[in-house]
C-alpha cells in the first residue's frame, strides 16, 4: 500500500506526456486563449482553436498519447490509478493539455462508463466517436431545487411510455454541456419512485438534440461563465428516448455513480496538485519579479514562510492522492472511498488558499484576465462541491473513524 | 474616544436612510439588476435602469437625503465619520442602495478633494454635475508596471508644454472609468521628477472625452467585468489638459491623497460590514431553507459554530470600524492613520472569509448568478488591495506598535 | 449601547489603581514570587508572602481602594460593568494586582452573591470576614463523572436529615479551595431530583473544615499545580452542615448562578484583555532584544504581521468586553448573555494565541519558568473551559442567531 | 524515492516491536507512573520503576529487540531510516516504549555519534555502558543568552591548557541531564574563535561527574519539570577533561551535528505520528464516553469535521515523514535536509494542534494529570523549538524553492 512509485512500465508515457505538452501544447496555448471567439459564439471554438487543437491531438495520436486513460477492452488492463497520478499531475500545470490529449472531464468519466456498461450499440454510437475525439459528453446529475450533497434527493423523472422513457426535470451546473461539441448527455433520473431508497436511480443516454432538451444558459462561477466549457442550467420537458437508451438497467443509476465517482474525484484532485504546483511558481515569479520600499516581494512579510508552507502542503497533498489511487489500485473503489473522501476533503481547499495567496502577491492583477490564476481559483473553488461538497466527505471520513476505533482500540496503520 | 454613540442629531438621517432604502431602494433592486443592457452596451445604464434609478434619486432628493456625506462648504461642519459609519452600514447591505443617494466610491472621494481643494472654476466646472448626480467620476492611481503598494512607483508622466499638461502612461483598476456617465478623472501624476521622494506627484483633472484617453478595456475580476462599473485599464498617449487643471499645485499629489485615502479606506469598511451582515442573513436562511440527512442544514456539522464565529467577527469589526471612525473625528486623520490601517487589514479579510462560507452553505448555487455572493466576494476581495494591500496595513499598524513600545513600557489604552 | 466611555465618576477610581500597581504592586512582584513556599507548605503564603502582601493591601485600603467591586449594600449602587472593565484591564497585567484589591477570583463572585442573597447571619458568619481579606473563599460545582458544559448533569447530592444537609459528591476543579486562607466554599448539590430540571439543585454554604471535605489534592495544569490557588479536586462524604446554611433556598441554585456567572465570565474575560497586553508587550521586548542572521528577531519571517494582527484582536477584543459590559449595565444579565456568551468564546481563544506566539519568539526560554508566560497561557487555556467551554457559547450565539433571523429578516443592528 | 513500503527483512522486527508493547509495555506503563519518586528524589527512578524497567528491557533483548537502531559497526548495515520510521510510529503511543529497547532521545544520537567518529578507547568508555543500557547520556548545545536559532551563536568556551580543555559556560533545555542514570555529556564549545565560521566549535565528552559540572536546576515546560527525563539548566564552571575528550577533533562540532541533526530531527517527528494516533484515539473514546444536551459529545457541534481533519493531517504527516526517512535513505543527509525541513516545521505544530482538540472535548480534565495530554502537548511544544525553531525551518524551505525556481522553471517532481 506505500509503495507509491510509478510502474516502469508506465514511465515512459509519462515522458511522452511531459514532451508532448513541452513542445505542442505550451507554445499554442497563449495562442489559443486568445483566439477564442467572443460573443454569442464563444461556445464553439473558432476555426483557429479549432485549427490548433486538432494539430496538437494529431501530434498526440501520433505519438502513441491518446486514450491512454480507458482499460484496454478485452484484457481489462489499464493505466493503474497510481501511474495515471503521475500523468494527471502535469496535466494539471495546462488548462488545454487533457484536451490534446482526449482526457477531460467529464468526457473521461462517461467513456469509462459506456465501455463498461454500454451496450454494443450504445458504445458504437458514442463511445467511437468520443475516443475519437469527433464528440464531447457531459453528464446530468445535479439539480437547483435540492441539496445535491444528498444524491437521494434527484428529483429529475423518466417514465417509461410504451417504448420510450420521457423524461422531465431540471438539472444545473452540468459541466460542458453548452460546448457546442458536446452531443450526449448521462441523464441521472429517478425511474422507480418506489423501489427502496438506493434503487430507485437509473442513468439514460440521451442525445442534446433531443427535443425537450433545453439549455437555459450558463450558471456563472463568479460572474464568469468559462465558455465554451462552463456549467449549463439545462432544462428537461418532455424528452423522449428509447427505452434502449437505459444504461445497465431500471435502478442501477447509484451503482454506475460508484464507478465512476471515486476515478473521477481523484482524477480532479491529480491535476489539482499540478495546478497548485504553477501557482507555487506564479507566486515566486512575481515575488522575484516585482520590488517595493527597497526589496523583492518575496522578501518582504511573511512571504517566505507562505511559500514554505504551500511546498509542505503540495508535497503532503500528491502524496496523499498518490496514496489514495494506489488504495483503489489495491483495495477497489469500495474500499479505498475513505482515501478518496480524504483527498477530495483536502486538497481543493488547500488548493484554494494556495491560490489565493498567489493571486494577493499580485496585487489587483492577480485577479484579473492578465493571469490564469482566477480561473484556476474558480475551478478549485467549484471543485470543494463537485461530487459532494467538503462536509460530506468530512462526515465519510470521521464515520469511518469512529468505527474503526470501535471496531478495536489498538490500530495499526 | 470610546463612546462610539451615533450623536442625536444624526439619528433621524439614520432612519431616513434606513426608510429609503427599505421603500425605495429594496423593492426595485431586482428589476434593476434585470434589466441591465447586455452585449456592447453593458456600460451604459439601460433606459429602465435610468428610469429606476431616477425616481430613487428623486424620492433621496426630496426626503432631504441627497449628498449627506459632504461637509457644509461655507461652516465646514458635516457629517462626522463616526455617524457615517452607522448609515455606511445600512448602505453595504444593497449594492443600489449607494447611487440612490448619490454617495458612491470613488464619486464621494473625488467630490470631497474637489470641495476642499478646489478652484471656484474647477468647482463650478465638476463639482456641482456631480452634486447633482448628472455625471460620475474615476480616480487614477495604480499603474500596471509597478508595485502599487508603494505609491512612490507612480510614473506616469505629466509636463509642462506651454499652457498644458501633457501626460502619457498608463493607468489600470480604475474604477467606474468605464461608465457611460463617468465625465471627469482624477489622475495621479509625476510632475517633479527632481523633487523628494513625496513632493514628485501631483493631481490633475481630465474629462475623459480628452483625445489620447483611451480605456483599453476593463480589468476583470475572477473572470467578470462587474459592467457598468468595473474597473478600467487606460492608456495616456500625449493627453493634453489646461494647465489650471491641476489640482492644489504641482508636488501636491500625496498631500491630497492623505485627504482622500484614510476616509475611503474606512467607508469602504463601513460598507463591508453591511456586507457580512448580509452573506450572514444569507447563510442562515439558506441553512434553514435547505434539508438534508433528514436535518436542516443549519444544524449538519460545524455550521452552527460557523455562524457564532461570524456574528462574533462582525460584532468586533462593527466596533473596531466605529472606533477608527471616531478616531479620525478626534485626532484627525494623520494620528488615526493606524486605526485605518487596523480596519482595513481587518474587515476585508475577515469579510471574504465569511462570505465563503456563506458561498459553502448555497452549494455551487453560492457561486453563481443566482444569488449575491459571487459579487460580493469579488468585490471584497479587491478591497484587499485597494487603497494598499493589506501587508502594507499590517506592516504600518506593527512599526506603530514597536514605536510605542520603544517610547514607554507602560503603555495604558 | 454604543457609548463605551468609562464614567467620569470612575475615572479617578482607574487612575488610583494604576497608581497603586505602579507603586505599590510592581515594584514587590518579583520577590513575592521568588520568595513562595517550597513542597508541602507551598498552599500557604510564606511569612515573606504574607508580609508584602499585607502592606500592599494596607496601601490600597489607605488609598481608597478596597472592594472597589462591590455595589452599596443600601444604594444597590456600584461600580458599572463598564467601568469595571477598565479597571479589570489593568488588573490582568500583573498576577498579584487583584489579590492587593481584594478582588480575586473567586472571592468577588462569593461575595457578590452573599452579599445579595445572604441572610444577615450568613453575611455576618462569611461575607465581613471575606470582604476584610482576612479569609478566601472556593465555588464547588464542577464534577470529574460528568460533561461539565451540561450544568444539569450535577450530581452531588444534599439530603436534609433533621437540621442538618448531609452531602455526598465529588467536585473538581475547584479553584482556590487549597489555599489555606480558604475557610468556605460555596457548593452547588442536587436536592430536590424530583422537581423541573432547573429546580433540582440548589446551594450550600459548607465551611471548609468540616468533617468530611476532603481535598484529594490539586488538579494540575499542564503538570504544575499552580500553589497556593490552584484547582482541587474534592470529596465530600457525610458532609454534615446546618439547615440554614442554604442560600436563598431550595430549588434556587439555577436562579444565584444566572447571578454570579455572567459577571464572572466577563471579569474573567477584562483581565485576559490585560493578560494579552502583556504578551504583546512580552513579544516585542524580545524581538528587539534578540538577534540573529543579522537582525533583530522582530524584523525576521512573519513575525511584524504576528504583531500587526496580535495587536488588531487585542483591540477589538477590548471593544468586545467593553460592549459586553456595557450590555450588562443596560440590558441585564438576561439579555446580556449573548454579548457574555460571545466575549467567553472570543477572548480566552485569542489570548491563548498571542501568548503562544509571545512563548514562540521567546524560543525554549517561553515555556519555561524565567518568564510568565507558561503560567498565563495555562490560565487562558483554563479559561476555555471554565463557566463553560468555547463550544457551548457557541451554540448559544449560533442559536440566538438563528431565533434574531427567524423574529425578522430586516435586523438593524 | 516514492516506494515508502518498509523493507520485508524489518518487518518481523517491526513485528516484534508491536508485541513487545502490546505484551511487556503497555500492561506496566500505569504503574509505572503511578510507582515514581516524589520529592528530591523523583530524578532517580523508584526501586519499583527500576524493577519494572529491568523487567521490561530484559524481554527486549530476548527477544532481540535491543539496539535496533544502531548500524552494524563493522558492516555499516543497519536498518534504513524507512524501515525505522515504522517503527517509531509505534514507540511513539507508549511514553515508556523506548526506554525498553534502549532507543530513548537523547541516547540514541549519542551512541550514533559516538560508533561512527569515537576513538576505541571513547567508545568502551563510553559506547559500551550505552549499549547495555547501564548508563544514559545527555546533549548539550542550546545556551540561554543566544537565538539558538542560529548555532554560531554558541559562546561556551573551552580552551586546552595543557593536557585539558577548560570549560566555562551556560547551557539550558539539556534533556534527560537531570537523570540520576545520565553520566556523560557530549557538550557543544567553541574551541577556535578564530576560525571561519563554521569551523569554531567542537564537541567534547564531558562526565556529568566532573568538577564543575553544576545542575542549577530543571527548566519547567508550562511549570511541569518532567522528571526523571526534564531539561536542565547547566553552568560549567573550569571544567577541566582530558584533551582526548575531544570528539573527531577540533573545529569540527558542526560537522558531527550534521551526523546527529538530520536523524534527529526526524526520529522525533516519527514518534510524533504515534503521539498524535493516540490522541485521535482519546478524542474519540471521550466522545463517545460523554454525553450532554442528550447526544455523545462526538455528535456535538464540530467534532465530527475536527475528527476528520485530524485523520487526514495525520496520514498526509505520516507519508511526509516516511518520504523524509527514503529521501534520507536514498540522497543522503545533506540531500534530504530539505525534506527534514519540511517534516520538522510541519509535524509538531499540526500535533500540538491535535492534542489540543483532544484536551478541549475532555473538557479540564485534558490538562490535568489524569489523561497524558498535557504531557503530550509540552512534549510536542518543546519540539517547535528542539533542533531549530519552525521558522527556521521555514526559511530552510523556502529558500531552497527560490533556488530552485531559479535554476528551472520547469520542475517536475
Chains 1, 2, 3, 4 share one sequence.
Not at 504546483?277 to 514562510?305: C, H, P, S, T, W
Request: charged content about 25%; aromatic content about 6%; overall charge negative.
Amino acid at each position: 500500500m506505500n509503495n507509491l512509485e510509478m510502474s516502469d512500465a508506465a514511465k515512459p508515457l509519462l515522458a511522452g506526456v511531459v514532451r508532448h505538452i513541452a513542445e505542442n501544447v505550451d507554445p499554442i496555448t497563449e495562442e489559443f486563449e486568445a483566439s477564442a471567439n467572443s460573443g454569442d459564439d464563444r461556445w464553439s471554438l473558432s476555426p483557429r482553436q479549432s485549427e490548433l487543437l486538432a494539430a496538437a491531438q494529431k501530434k498526440a495520436r501520433d505519438a502513441g498519447l491518446w486514450n491512454f486513460f480507458l482499460p484496454n477492452a478485452e484484457t481489462g488492463e489499464g493505466l493503474s490509478n497510481l501511474d495515471y497520478a503521475y500523468i494527471a499531475f502535469e496535466l494539471g500545470k495546462n488548462p488545454l493539455a487533457s484536451q490534446t490529449l482526449n482526457c477531460s472531464a467529464p468526457d473521461t468519466g462517461n467513456m469509462e462508463v459506456l465501455e463498461r456498461v454500454g451496450t454494443p450499440a450504445q458504445k458504437e454510437r458514442w463511445l467511437t466517436p468520443l475516443l475519437n475525439g469527433d464528440i464531447r459528453s457531459c453528464f446530468a446529475m445535479t439539480e437547483p431545487q435540492h441539496a445535491s450533497s444528498d444524491a437521494r434527493n434527484i428529483q429529475t423523472s423518466a417514465v417509461l411510455e410504451g417504448d420510450e422513457w420521457v423524461i422531465n426535470g431540471e438539472k444545473y451546473y452540468i459541466s460542458g454541456a453548452g460546448d457546442s461539441r458536446c452531443k450526449i448527455m448521462i441523464c441521472m433520473v429517478k425511474t422507480s419512485p418506489d423501489a427502496d431508497t438506493f434503487h430507485q436511480q437509473s442513468q439514460i443516454l440521451v442525445p442534446m438534440d433531443t427535443p425537450g432538451v433545453e439549455i437555459v444558459g450558463p450558471m456563472t462561477v463568479f460572474g464568469a461563465d468559462h465558455a465554451p466549457h462552463g456549467h449549463m442550467h439545462l432544462r428537461l420537458t418532455n424528452v423522449r428516448v428509447p427505452k434502449d437508451n437505459i444504461l445497465l438497467g431500471e435502478g442501477r443509476g447509484f451503482e454506475i455513480s460508484q464507478l465512476r465517482l471515486g476515478p473521477g474525484r481523484i482524477h480532479h484532485c491529480m491535476r489539482s496538485i499540478g495546478m497548485a504546483e504553477k501557482a507555487v511558481d506564479m507566486f515566486i515569479a512575481r515575488g522575484l519579479d516585482r520590488q517595493a520600499f527597497g526589496k523583492d516581494l518575496i522578501d518582504l512579510g511573511k512571504n517566505m514562510e507562505t511559500l514554505s508552507r504551500a511546498r509542505i502542503e503540495i508535497e503532503a497533498m500528491r502524496l496523499m492522492v498518490l496514496k489514495a489511487a494506489k488504495a483503489m489500485d489495491v483495495l477497489g473503489n469500495k474500499e479505498a472511498r475513505i482515501w478518496v473522501s480524504m483527498v477530495k476533503a483536502m486538497v481543493p481547499e488547500k488548493t484554494c488558499q494556495i491560490i489565493d495567496q498567489a493571486i494577493q502577491i499580485h496585487g489587483a492583477t492577480g485577479m484579473s484576465q492578465w493571469t490564469d490564476l482566477p480561473e484556476m481559483y474558480a475551478h478549485q473553488r467549484t471543485l470543494r462541491f463537485a461530487d459532494g461538497p467538503d462536509e460530506v466527505h468530512h462526515a465519510v471520513v470521521a464515520r469511518a473513524e469512529v468505527k474503526a476505533f470501535q471496531a478495536s482500540n489498538t490500530r495499526g496503520r
